[in-house]
């Protein structure tokens, strides 16, 4: 990875400043054009198969309704990990925690034909798959465009809800309560391919529900919270490529989880279940061939001697047949 991975606005940015916006501001920074166009492309490149994997060992990603998600990042895109362990990322990260961090979740997520995402906050607590609670731990949630952002599906947020959303402890905010009392203050984040938004992860917020078939929307998702005695186990499981990592000091093996207990599964929840019919049809569509080449050779090989195949394998390899 030798290509920039960010521009000007984002390298010439004040940690400290963005820091101070976040914890006792209006909570939030925006970004246009944070990631250089080679490393959205980088990033878009990862996901862009539309293969799904089946008895597979690699890695890929999964669907859930209308939306695809990778939360294996770290493990796949050299991009991905040095967006999240960047010096401008932990810069920002050192001025906002008094105490040790770590990333929570990391995710590249797809959006298309529809989705309705109720108002929330992203300081949750979890029990296995299911929402137990909310934690008051400090945190900190980046969100990248890797697509295009206009009128359809932007993501919107409350600013300065981070001081008092605490009082509610349910999941979500409905919205009948947010038309009433925060209407007016609700911004909306339209941006190209590139925008980084930075939230305290105490901020109400959501993605704009849509319904407009054709429509996809690419973004980076990853999240960082304080490190507590009280909450051990809190954040997802992260699959890591060594290759990506060249520093590992103290500060960074911790950032990454090493040595620390993460017992949420992956995001989202997902089985054939989660998939949509046309989808469905599709997988059967492929796995058939498949499946009946797999039953051939079953059968061949319950009848040919063992050592026959081992012989035939041999002479494949020397390319005699």
Not at 90 to 115: D, V, W
Not at 203 to 213: C, G, L, S, V
Request: hydrophobic fraction near 35%; include cysteine.
């Amino acid at each position: 990875m030798v290509q920039p991975l960010f521009n000007d606005v984002f390298n010439d940015s004040q940690v400290d400043s963005i820091a101070r916006e976040l914890k006792s501001g209006k909570g939030y920074c925006i970004f246009e054009n944070a990631l250089s166009a080679e490393t959205v492309s980088a990033m878009e490149s990862i996901v862009s198969s539309d293969d799904l994997l089946i008895n597979n060992n690699n890695l890929g990603y999964v669907r859930a309704y209308w939306s695809k998600y990778l939360s294996h990042t770290l493990a796949l895109s050299e991009e991905c990990y040095g967006i999240v362990t960047s010096a401008k990322v932990l810069g920002i990260c050192r001025q906002f925690f008094k105490n040790p961090y770590k990333i929570s979740n990391q995710r590249i997520y797809e959006t298309h034909t529809k989705a309705h995402l109720p108002w929330h906050t992203d300081n949750n607590l979890q029990s296995g798959n299911a929402y137990s609670g909310k934690h008051s731990l400090p945190g900190i949630m980046f969100l990248f465009y890797l697509s295009d952002v206009t009128d359809t599906n932007p993501f919107q947020l409350i600013p300065c809800s981070q001081d008092w959303s605490g009082q509610n402890m349910e999941r979500f905010f409905t919205e009948s309560y947010v038309a009433e009392h925060h209407q007016e203050e609700i911004v909306t984040v339209a941006g190209p391919k590139g925008t980084l938004i930075i939230c305290n992860s105490h901020i109400i917020h959501r993605a704009k529900p849509f319904n407009r078939p054709g429509f996809r929307r690419l973004s980076f998702l990853f999240q960082v919270d304080e490190i507590s005695e009280m909450h051990q186990g809190h954040g997802e499981k992260i699959l890591l490529n060594p290759a990506y990592v060249h520093e590992t000091n103290g500060e960074i093996l911790t950032y990454l989880g090493f040595g620390l207990r993460a017992d949420y599964p992956a995001f989202p929840e997902t089985s054939v279940a989660t998939m949509l019919p046309g989808e469905m049809l599709a997988l059967q569509t492929r796995i058939l061939p498949k499946a009946i080449k797999g039953l051939a050779i079953a059968l061949a090989k319950s009848v040919i001697p063992g050592s026959l195949i081992n012989s035939i394998r041999k002479r494949i390899h020397k390319g005699s047949i």
